[in-house]
Structures are given as structure tokens and as C-alpha cells.
């Protein structure tokens, strides 16, 4: 129990950074449900994989933008919300393409790669961001 008291005692962590990763991690999470919903999202479509990345890349820029602008080394709320969102997005990418399989039994390859896929792309967005930036 001790550690935990430390984690929840420590500078970075209030109340306020707890509900920027709960909001961030909502906000990514129903960004590619919308995304799933869309009418033009067809199953393993080249045109959903296209859009995934695009809407992955936009975060990753948000992200980039969010941590130059004043997040710095140490995340202000508004930084951990606009990574958890990028997280909660390739998460929630995983989970989708997993539950989209015809077998479930089947090793989750597609999804691992949709994962990596938006991962990349939003760390590709927030490092040009950052990259353009210089220093910060």
C-alpha cells in the first residue's frame, strides 16, 4: 500500500491529471468508435486503413502541438490528455479490429497491426511537430 500512497502523492499527480487522461483517454477511445460507425468504414477496406492513419496522424500533430506550446518534459494536464487520446486511439483500434475478426480464435495479427499502424502514425505527427519546433 505504501507505493501506491507515494504515486498518489506525488507532485505530478493530482486530481486535475487523473481527469485529463480519463477525458483524453474517452476522447480517443470515441474518436475511432465515430470512426468505425462512418458509412464508408468497410471492413479491412484500404479506405478505413486510410483514414485511421489520417485521423491518427491529426492527433499525433495535436499531441506535438500540446507538448511545444507548454507541456515540456514535465506533462501539464492538457499534455497527458493529448497522449492518452493518442493511446486510447490505437487501443481502441486493436479492440475494434479484434472484434471484427470472422474467427476469434484466430491470432489478432490484423489487429496488432492496426495498433502499430496508429501508434506510428501519431508518434510520426507529434515527433514533425516537435521536429519543426526545435528544442523546447
Known amino acids: 500500500m505504501g507505493h501506491a500512497m507515494y504515486f498518489l502523492e506525488g507532485s505530478g499527480m493530482n486530481p486535475v491529471n487523473f481527469l485529463a487522461v480519463a477525458v ?22 484500404r479506405r478505413s486503413w486510410i483514414m485511421e492513419a489520417v485521423l491518427a496522424f491529426g492527433l ?10 507548454g507541456s515540456g518534459p514535465d506533462l501539464s494536464p492538457v499534455g497527458l490528455g493529448a497522449l492518452t487520446a493518442m493511446a ?12 471484427r475478426q470472422k474467427n476469434v480464435e484466430q491470432a489478432p495479427v490484423v489487429p496488432a497491426m492496426h495498433l502499430l499502424v496508429t501508434l506510428l502514425v501519431s508518434l510520426a505527427g507529434a515527433t514533425i511537430v516537435m521536429a519543426m519546433a526545435g528544442p523546447f
Open 88 to 99: 486510447a486511439y490505437a487501443g481502441t483500434a486493436f479492440a475494434v479490429s479484434w472484434m
Open 24 to 45: 483524453g483517454a474517452v476522447a480517443g477511445a470515441t474518436l475511432r468508435f465515430i470512426l468505425y460507425r462512418s458509412p464508408g468504414s468497410v471492413d479491412g477496406s
Open 60 to 69: 499525433g500533430l495535436l499531441a506535438g502541438v500540446v507538448l511545444v506550446t
